[in-house]
C-alpha cells in the first residue's frame, strides 16, 4: 500500500500561482495529478515517469509544470496563471507501470481560484 501525502493547496487570486506537493512513501510509480470540480467527472491534469516524461491535459498546457525528485519520492505540480475554471480539488495519483489496477490517491487538497 502506497500512502501520498499531499500539500500546498490554498486560495489564491486568478493570474497567481500555487504549488502542489506531494510524497509517497514508495517508488518506482507513474506520479500524477488529478482534479475533480463540484458536479463534474474527475480529469488527469498531469502525470509523469519516472524517467521524466511528462503528459498534461489540454487545458492547463503551457500553464503548469509536473516534476519530481525520484530521490525524495515527491512529485510536484508548479500551477501558474491560475483560472477560476480550475478550481477543484486536486488528488495526487501513483500508478504503477507495469501491474493493472495497482493504483494509489492521496486525499486530495483544495484549489480555488477566485475571479
Known amino acids: 500500500q502506497v500512502q501520498l501525502v499531499e500539500s500546498g493547496g490554498g486560495l489564491v487570486q486568478a493570474g497567481g500561482s500555487l504549488r502542489l506537493s506531494c510524497k509517497a512513501s514508495?517508488?518506482?510509480?507513474?506520479m500524477g495529478w488529478h482534479r475533480q470540480a463540484p458536479g463534474k467527472q474527475r480529469e488527469l491534469v498531469a502525470h509523469i515517469t519516472t524517467g521524466g516524461i511528462t503528459n498534461y491535459a489540454d487545458s492547463v498546457k503551457g500553464r503548469f509544470t509536473i516534476s519530481r525528485d525520484n530521490a525524495k519520492n515527491t512529485v510536484n505540480l508548479q500551477m501558474s496563471y491560475l483560472k477560476p475554471e480550475d478550481t477543484a480539488v486536486y488528488y495526487c495519483?501513483?500508478?504503477?507501470?507495469?501491474?493493472?489496477?495497482?493504483?494509489?490517491w492521496g486525499q486530495g487538497t483544495q484549489v480555488t481560484v477566485s475571479s
Open positions: 495519483n501513483a500508478r504503477n507501470p507495469y501491474l493493472a489496477g495497482k493504483e494509489y
Open positions: 514508495g517508488s518506482g510509480y507513474v
